[in-house]
């Protein structure tokens, strides 16, 4: 089998844009000017009406006031931090994703997650936060189902199979299953293979 890869951009461009894209911790590690040029790209790979996901790193979330307590972490920008292992960590409040995403996209769903983790052993109670986004491209509906409304209609009923009875014998072989060129060999009880 041979494989081919592509550019995403070629790979949209084939399907008139793609339905869904999400972004789970990823801005946080980008400084402002390339998380916005992310979000454009974003944008620009989605079709109207496509869903953008994002969840990221809170402001008040814990490993932020951890940072805080070390200042030779901090970056030029008031909300950045350098982690130990060298990678930046950015902490965003509910304005700083409107104006992330206010240009392109229509917020559908926003807010804050909040989770107190405790850990038993060290008797800590870690309280994390983060943000969570659904967004819509602007341009057009959304694709999917919003507020419990369905945006794409069926053409037909959906068809529904008949359960699988576990008591009923399986069915027979399809014809030609006995040829070994297509079958791998197996320790017994196959099908299609004669060992069994």
Known sequence: MAWRSAKVHDFHAGIGGL???TLIFALSALERAPAARCVARCARL???GGLLFVRDYAAGDLAQKRLE???NRRTAEEDGFVRGEGTLARYFSRADFDALFDADFEALAVG???RDITNRKQKVTMERRWIQGKYVRRGAPPLFSVGGRANVVEAAPAVRRPP???AAPPPPPPAGSAD????????GGCLGCAQS
């Open 19 to 21: 339905h869904a894209i």
């Open 46 to 48: 989605l079709r109207p």
């Open 69 to 71: 307590a070390k200042p």
């Open 112 to 114: 804050f997650v909040e």
């Open 164 to 166: 699988i009875d576990a």
């Open 180 to 187: 070994r060129a297509h079958h791998r060999p197996c320790a």
